[in-house]
């Protein structure tokens, strides 16, 4: 089961965080193998909590997206973001933008 911020039926943080909440327990009590938690009822997760010591719970800071195949397509994105709002600003100025003529 996985939930994102907001799936295609509206499930918000509140009801991510019972998911969480309740597979958290079911790990706890050895009904699941395991569990994998990145939304928590309070974040960040406090160090005295139980999810941080259960051997079959992964808990990860609200990170879970992260990837290194994703962060080149946000960086490589968003340069190509700031040359095209760049060239449109040079095409928008005009080719003698910028020059000073020197009073005589």
């Not at 911020?5 to 009801?15: E, T």
């Not at 990860?60 to 990837?67: A, K, L, M």
Request: charged share 25%.
């Amino acid at each position: 089961m996985v939930f994102d911020a907001q799936d295609a039926n509206g499930i918000g943080l509140r009801h991510q965080t019972e998911v969480a909440r309740f597979s958290g327990e079911c790990a706890k009590n050895k009904q699941i193998a395991g569990t994998a938690i990145d939304v928590f009822e309070i974040e960040p997760l406090p160090p005295s909590h139980p999810f941080r010591t259960l051997d079959n719970v992964l808990a990860t800071p609200h990170i879970g997206y992260v990837s290194h195949g994703l962060y080149k397509t946000f960086y490589e994105d968003t340069v190509s973001n700031i040359r095209k709002w760049l060239d449109t600003k040079r095409e928008e100025e005009g080719p003698d933008h910028g020059t000073r003529e020197s009073a005589h």
